[in-house]
């Protein structure tokens, strides 16, 4: 592994005070929660140990934070951002709930496309949102893809105010193309719905894959749309709260402008932000190459050794997508791993039912812990 990334010895790990690290007994691999195992970046630790010695521990302060996301954007993503558009939020998750508080009526229905990441269930709970499914369609190739027909019925449901896409795509890690998020940006115009669009595991496009920012496209909905990103999957600060909206015109602007109070990030987020997007871009190419590695490594492992279980490497990110349905392992195979072979991974049905007989390995790690951790899973069975 580059030395960027540290060695992800299994004695420092288990220092960590993490979710990751605390949730199960010493005698349980985690691989559940996505959290990677590698050593921080190095101009993220400096950001953070100045500010501690100068006691800048106070509330956050915007800065230059819309300037360094707008860097990362045009360099890494091929899209122009206004600085001015840009508003910090304490993480992904509660930035979408309170711009869906904001600008869609309670009650109303917003279309997800399960499998997809089980927060967004929760959330939408918690304000009083309702789930309208479009499921993503089984492809020809054992993976999935957008099924727009599906989609097409959602959005035009009666009571749905909106959409919320994944892309990069969580559990899948997939990219949508170009022409995909164009025939989204022509439905969501036809049935005129607010657009949401988590963009959290963007930075972590792999090889030659390219995301396409939505927001960068040449369509009218583009301007309608919130994007939001943030250091937090891509240099593993999710503990530092700090994340980015994107907002696509001045009155959307406004809206975030207006809810200053309830999306006040971290300070230190802030500052360790500002030090990934624009001092640590060597650090995020280790760990895009590091991730390129283990699905391919993972992928073989499989083949070896569980050969019966299904996976399509990703395009973006740690995250896979295990098809366990003909292991007999029931819905949920995770909680066998779990229980018979000392592994943790993400159940299957966490992503909505689609997820009944799937479970999700978290790879942002050393090729020796994902050994041990396929290791495991194939003593399980
Ligand atoms: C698609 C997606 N959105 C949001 C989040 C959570 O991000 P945050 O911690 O910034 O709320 C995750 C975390 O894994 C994610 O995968």
């Known amino acids: 592994m580059d030395a960027l990334l540290g060695n992800c010895s299994l004695d420092q790990l288990v220092k960590r005070k993490s979710h990751k690290w605390r949730t199960y007994p010493p005698d349980v691999l985690p691989a559940f929660v996505a959290e990677m195992d590698f ?3 190095e101009p993220i630790a400096e950001a953070v140990r100045e500010a501690l010695a100068i006691g800048d521990t106070g509330y956050p302060y915007a800065g230059e ?9 045009g360099s890494r993503l091929g899209w122009q951002v206004d600085p001015g558009r840009v508003f ?39 304000i009083s949102r309702e789930v309208v499914e479009a499921p993503l369609s089984h492809a020809d190739d054992g993976g999935y893809d957008l099924d727009f027909e599906a989609l097409d019925g959602a959005l035009g449901r009666s009571g749905v105010s909106s959409y919320l896409l994944c892309n990069p795509h969580n559990p ?28 959290i595991h963007a930075p972590l496009a792999l090889g030659d894959a390219q995301h396409v920012p939505f927001a960068s496209l040449d369509h009218p909905m583009a301007e309608r749309a919130y994007t939001f990103n943030s250091a937090s999957k891509g240099w593993n600060i999710p503990g530092l709260k700090c994340g980015v909206t994107v907002a696509g015109s001045d009155a959307a602007a406004q809206v ?20 990934a997007f624009t001092r640590s871009l060597d650090w995020l190419d280790a760990v895009r190459r590091q991730l390129a ?20 490497p990703g395009e973006a990110s740690f995250l896979a997508w295990l098809d ?39 790879i942002g790690t050393s090729p020796e812990l994902i050994t041990e951790a396929v290791t495991r899973m194939a003593a399980s069975v």
């Open 39 to 41: 050593m921080v970046a």
């Open 65 to 73: 934070l819309g300037e360094a996301f707008a860097s990362f954007a």
């Open 88 to 126: 910090s939020i304490p993480d992904v998750m509660t930035g979408i709930a309170e711009l869906l508080v904001a600008i869609t009526p309670h009650g109303s229905g917003v279309v997800l496309n399960p499998p997809v990441y089980g927060p967004f269930f929760l959330r939408l709970g918690y």
């Open 172 to 199: 899948l890690g997939r990219i949508w193309r170009k022409d995909q998020l164009l025939t989204i940006a022509d439905l969501c115009q036809r049935h005129d719905v607010e657009l949401l669009v988590d963009e």
């Open 256 to 275: 975030l402008t207006d809810r200053w109070e309830s999306l006040l990030a971290s300070h230190h987020g802030v500052l360790a932000s500002v030090a």
């Open 293 to 312: 590695e283990n699905t391919e490594l993972l992928a073989r492992l499989l083949r070896e050794r569980l050969p019966e279980v299904g996976y399509m």
């Open 324 to 362: 366990c349905r003909k292991l007999g392992l029931g819905d949920d195979p995770a909680a066998a791993f779990l229980d018979r072979g000392k592994v943790a991974l993400t159940e299957g049905p966490y992503f909505g039912s689609q997820g009944a007989g799937f479970a999700r390995l978290n």
